[in-house]
């Protein structure tokens, strides 16, 4: 596969696992607080600062997208930094304490996660 499918699949895969550690950390969240809107769900997701992890998946993906939409178009050297801060992020080589913290226990506890999680390796070998 060369690197310009491998980064759109990836981009495909992290935005699938975004949204099961979002729905993971909704479900963690309303076992302590009780039911909560979706609206006020996605203030705590853009605010919070327990939930600002989850952002580097969104930032990532959101670079990778304007990346694609450049008028000027994208070279194999753009395409080759967003696969390195993709494994990077999924390795948590290049991450912070507190979001490698999140991650291990969130691909520990579902299922789905974890299966997302190693695809996305595989895909990024």
């Not at 997701?45 to 969104?58: C, H, K, M, V």
Request: proline share 2%.
């Amino acid at each position: 596969m060369q690197n310009l499918e491998v980064l759109k699949a990836a981009r495909n895969l992290m935005l699938r696992l975004h949204k099961v550690l979002v729905d993971h950390e909704k479900r963690i969240y309303e076992s302590i607080n009780g039911p909560i809107n979706p609206g006020r769900f996605l203030g705590l997701l853009l605010e919070s600062p327990d939930l600002a992890w989850l952002r580097r998946f969104s930032m990532l993906i959101v670079e990778i997208d304007e990346m694609f939409e450049l008028d000027d178009g994208y070279t194999a050297e753009m395409i080759d930094a967003y696969i390195e801060k993709a494994r990077g992020l999924v390795e948590m080589s290049d991450v912070d304490d507190d979001f490698r913290a999140r991650y291990q226990a969130a691909i520990q506890q579902d299922i789905e996660a974890v299966a997302l999680h190693e695809e996305l390796k595989r895909t990024l070998k």
